[in-house]
């Protein structure tokens, strides 16, 4: 009886797979359905999540609010999550990794918090959209939060780092609302405080909540030596940073070696593609999946490079026709030998063959 | 026939920096219009392919049957030419849309996908209508120009060309086993189990779906079923088979060999693939119908742009090869269809490698 009770699980999977089935095709395709379903909501999906844009709301110059209504192939998540949030921009579609700014709520709604940059092509599109619309986001991913239960917390942050702060100090609102936490915010200008009065009903609720802000135009970036004066017992805290690359490292350092015994969580973002070289003689070529990495001269294919490095990546025609060596760039920006055009810094399929290095690289070269 | 025309260095070089010019152009200006094309044909093909098969299974009398056939036909044409064929090359790979990916497409047709991308992509398009490498010029089976060696098999040459038409998705699917080189002895047999198995797992699914799944879900109405799927493949075989006959086997294609091409620039290959083939003319239901190989010059000069754009250049790259001198082969389809089938009588016969003269650029 045992085996009988143990099984259903595995039986559910492989009766799933049996009916997911080549053979099957087209009436077990998840993509043909959700071209029907997407006939009546755009929402729904058999395949991947997608979610409705419900509100916007401005949260200080350049930065918005969405709220987000997931169908249901959206898992739910833990506060400090974020999701991959894509968005078709002249027919291509373009993905960018935002941290949930609110912890689960009853309702089911999601919220991302977009700074918009002066040169982000996903967060100016993120700013155009309008309540209705519908974008893709991934599952939740990641797991930025506090490890050890009851810790006192430090919370360092900056600009649009406080995203992932406040959906976790709204989950500690709700789980554990005795929790000692400081949070260290840094912002541009008083105008550009995200969250201010979420913070103060947030203090309400977490009377162990101390909010300590720093406008960086007036006193410049917070440095890690002045972190002792201004939490006096930082070394005894578990410690949550996030903010741009930069900004971090500093802090980063300090912390990682100074503090006795209590861990450190880092989330970063703005962590860029490699900036374009055009005076370098080699750029380096690094793959995703795979320790091996190599170079490649400036104005030599990647196809050559490769092949040079020992790698035999699959090709056709050699020149730029057949499209059998095309691989899946990470990040890094390419040229096109033959068109002259550079690629985007992000995720898109190139062709090994016309591709020059105008960067440093990662592929996903298949296998 | 027309002569080839052969540019000096200079204007060679000119013409590749024009036709360069023209596809930056448009690579530049890809977006929306495109992307949107492409899903409003898919969600045609879907549509008319769940109107056919529905009619097929639920309807009942010989006008529903008829209508059947006709949607899930036009469904598999479309499907097959404007989408499967198109997204293969990678046109719309700049996409990033998974669905959308050339590597991964699998399209419904009894050829596998990854043969396709080989004997296509990859022979047929670099070396376009090279005698002895394009494996496209005449299947193996027909002998279509006096570059040709003639055997006498080839007298009966009108007869395998209608069993090719019928059964056209089935030549597509073997053609990149390369049968020949195994019955000659020049491939080992475990080399041809592993070409072969690809296609016999695909040809069974194909076979499945038309033939058992489908049948059984009209229950008692499976034979209407079954006969209209087999009709609705045997009419697209016919028509992709005409149109695809059309691209390089008119009266004014040439053919090329070996030794022509080497050592060849960029410029000697655009001026192959314009020479090597033809263009049908239409309207634009017609073009799409024909997945825009109708605009098989265009096609070949830039693989990979989203094909509506082939209309809108055609009349640039027209006016490019007349101020070049270079025959720019196009018309009715009845007319270039006719100088196929001409061609397929006349090199049934020996003929003889004439001298080819050549028209000064």
């Known amino acids: 009886m045992n085996r009988v009770h143990l099984d259903p699980e595995r039986g559910a999977v492989s009766s799933r797979r049996a009916w997911r089935h080549p053979l099957f095709a ?15 909501n755009p929402r729904w999906s058999f395949s991947e999540s997608r ?6 709301v401005d949260e200080a110059p350049d930065v918005k609010s969405l709220w987000l209504k997931p169908n249901a192939r959206f898992g739910g998540f ?9 968005i078709e921009i002249r027919g291509v579609r373009q993905g960018r990794c935002f941290s949930l700014s609110h912890a689960p709520r009853r309702d089911g709604l999601l919220r991302v918090t977009i700074k918009r940059k002066a040169d982000g092509r996903v967060s100016g599109a993120a700013h155009a959209l309008r309540a209705g619309e519908v974008v893709r986001i991934s599952r939740a991913q990641g797991d930025f939060a506090a490890r050890i239960p009851g810790s006192k917390l430090l919370m360092v942050c900056a600009g649009s780092g406080i995203t992932p702060m406040v959906s976790l100090l709204h989950g500690l609102a709700a789980t554990d609302p005795a929790r000692d936490v400081v949070l260290v915010q840094a912002f541009r200008d008083v105008a550009d405080a995200l969250f201010a009065d979420e913070l103060r009903d947030l203090q309400a609720r977490l009377p162990r909540l101390r909010v300590l802000g720093r406008i960086t135009s007036a006193h410049g970036r917070l440095q890690a030596a002045e972190l002792p004066a201004l939490v006096a017992d930082w070394d005894e805290r578990e410690t949550l940073l996030c903010g741009p690359d930069g900004y971090m490292q500093g802090l980063e350092t300090m912390i990682a070696d100074g503090a006795r015994g209590a861990t450190l969580q880092v989330e970063s973002f703005g962590r860029r593609a490699a900036e374009i070289d055009p005076d370098a003689e080699r750029h380096r070529v690094s793959l995703k999946n795979d320790e091996r990495m190599f170079t490649v001269s400036a104005g030599a294919s990647l196809l050559e490079g490769a092949e040079a490095a020992g790698l035999q990546p699959r090709f056709g025609c050699r020149r730029g026709i057949c499209r059998t060596c095309s691989c899946r760039k990470v990040s890094g920006t390419v040229r096109n030998l033959l068109t002259g055009q550079l690629s985007g810094p992000g995720e898109e399929l190139i062709q090994l063959c016309v591709s020059t290095p105008q960067s440093a690289l990662e592929l996903a070269l298949p296998a | 026939m027309i002569a080839k025309t052969r540019l000096d260095p200079e204007s060679l070089l000119r013409f590749e920096r024009e036709l360069d010019a023209l596809r930056l152009e448009i690579a530049q200006d890809l977006g929306e219009r495109d992307a949107r094309h492409i899903r409003r044909v898919r969600g045609f093909a879907q549509g008319s392919a769940i109107a056919g098969r529905g009619l097929l299974m639920f309807g009942f009398g010989p006008v529903s049957w008829i209508a059947g056939v006709v949607g899930l036909a036009l469904a598999k044409i479309v499907e ?35 043969h396709w991308r080989h ?6 398009h670099d070396h376009t209508n090279i005698i002895g490498k394009d494996h496209d010029y005449g299947y193996g089976m027909l002998r279509l120009s006096d570059q040709q060696k003639w055997s006498p098999g080839y007298l009966l040459q009108p007869l395998w060309y209608l069993l090719l038409a019928l059964n056209f998705q089935w030549g597509v699917a073997v053609h ?15 080399e041809f189990r592993r070409r072969m198995q690809p296609f016999l797992r695909k040809a069974g699914r194909q076979l499945f779906k038309d033939y058992v799944l489908f049948p059984a879900l009209a229950w008692w109405q499976w034979s209407r079923v079954l006969l209209g799927n087999l009709a609705a493949n ?15 086997f008119t009266e004014h294609a040439h053919t090329y060999t070996r030794k022509e091409v080497e050592h060849e620039t960029r410029g000697q290959w655009y001026l192959r693939q314009v020479q090597g083939s033809s263009n049908l003319e239409g309207g634009r239901a017609f073009h799409l119908l024909t997945g825009h190989l109708s605009h098989q010059i265009e096609h070949h ?12 250049i055609a009349p640039r790259v027209r006016e490019i090869c007349a101020r070049y001198g270079v025959h720019y082969n196009t018309g009715g389809f009845w007319r270039q269809y006719a100088g196929v089938i001409a061609r397929l009588f006349k090199h049934a016969v020996p003929t003889r490698p004439h001298r080819e003269s050549t028209s000064p650029a």
């Open chain 2, 80 to 114: 097959n030419m404007e989408i499967g064929h198109n997204v293969m090359h990678g046109q719309y790979d700049w996409m990033n849309d998974p669905s959308l990916a050339s590597q991964s497409y699998e399209w419904d047709i009894v050829c596998d996908g990854d």
């Open chain 2, 301 to 312: 000069l830039f693989p990979d742009l989203p094909a509506p754009r082939y209309a809108e």
């Open chain 1, 26 to 40: 087209p009436l077990n395709q998840p993509e043909s359905w959700d071209r029907l379903a997407g006939l009546v």
């Open chain 1, 51 to 56: 979610a409705t844009v419900v509100r916007i």
């Open chain 2, 176 to 190: 990149d086993i390369k049968i020949g080189r195994f019955l000659l002895g020049r491939m080992k047999l475990p």
């Open chain 2, 234 to 248: 045997g009419i697209r075989n016919l028509w992709t088979n005409a149109i695809i006959f059309c691209g390089h």
């Open chain 1, 78 to 86: 833990r506060p400090g999550q974020h999701v991959l949030l894509e």
């Open chain 2, 119 to 124: 004997s296509h992509n990859v022979e047929h």
